[in-house]
């Protein structure tokens, strides 16, 4: 059966050799990784709302009114108070291939999604056979090339389609595209199993615990937020570490979430507005900083030397966001166009920062360019700046350079190959 080997379709090679320019020799092992599903799922519990164990309690009975004896383990880390982990199922819950089943077909995001857990949404059906029947059984199929018109009616041959597992459907095809009044909500095909193993729960993230990736959670406990303080998460977006922030801080103090996108930002207050703390503002962050501006303001710009603690979780290009069925960068420029931005929000942050302060810089990707040299870059740049220990530290070492010593790459985490998550990288600073 398919499956690819590379998130790059077509112009891999020029695309490739930008990820690891020194490190080259560890693509043939990334590459796949990058292509492939973490598959333990995690969950973040709020602990102002809710407790963990109860929260483990509802996750277990759901699991086990799904799969019965076969249901996965459930389990918390020391590192991570405040994490619930999904184990896996077991291989004998996946069932083999059944070529008699009718197909349907989704884009890659959405075989991404789903091989991460979820249900297929109507929007989300590319395609779906005549004759196909509710509460039939059918094979979901990604089309990796992008070529299957919405609303085919045959048998969509492909060798590049990648088979995603087996789903039961409630919707059939005049519920999905001849409706021409509304376009159709809700779940078309609830999933039964998925090929990478990661219980098919959907998304149960509620007031009581969001579904975040395991480095996301690492990232905040990071930065170590503490009651009381005044915290400037610079590109927060859709909110889910400001959200933890506030939580760690037990909703005292003050977080300041900027974002330059107006509808990621709307989307964002409506979820943290039950966080007292938090103040969310509309602004480009590559601007937050002005000598003239009030000390007194919770409004940007700031005045150099506000923040106790500054998150700066970077845009880039997402690479670690496994798995990458067909990455939708397919242009070496827009993967370099990601340091200058990166370096223009760090320039700020470091301005932003007082001394003594803690800086901590994220992102969810894994080429060279957008982490270790990035943090090479800021130590040259920024002498009053320190490289401290990322703890907890569930990550690997950073890939050392030769600006970058393999002992500062143990103070880094970087989150690649032989760990079952995303991609990630995580750096913290100190402001002398
Ligand atoms: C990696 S996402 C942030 C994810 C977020 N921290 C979270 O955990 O939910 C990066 C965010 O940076 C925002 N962004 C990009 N350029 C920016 C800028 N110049 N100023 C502020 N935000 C920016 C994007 O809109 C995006 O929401």
Redesign the pocket.
Known sequence: MFYPKTPFLGKAALLESEILKVHSAALPQLLPWLCQTPRTTTYRVNTLHSSVTEFKQKLESILSFKYGPAAPKVYGLPELPEILCIAPLDSTTVAAYDDTHKQIIVDTSCGAALLRGAHIYAPGVLAMETGTQLRELVNVFADLPGKCKRGTTTRYECEQKIFLGVGEVLMQRHQLYNNTEQAPTGIAVQMKWNMSGVPALGDLSSEAAMLQNLP?IVCVRVLAPQPGERILD????????TSHIAELMRNEGIVIA????AS?LRAMQSKLEHYSCIVCHHF???KACHVDASPESNRPPFPPNSFDRILL?A??SGLGNRPQLCCSIKQPKVLESYPH?QRR?MTQAVQLLRPGGVLVYST?TVTEAECEELVAWTLRKFPQLQLVEATPKLGAAALPLPELSPTLCELLQRFGPDLDTVGFFIAKFQKL
């Not at 900027?258 to 996108?261: A, E, F, I, V, W």
């Open positions: 996301s610079m590109c927060a977006a859709p909110g889910n570490k900027l974002d330059n996108s990621r480009d962050a590559t979780d845009p880039c931005i929000l969810c």
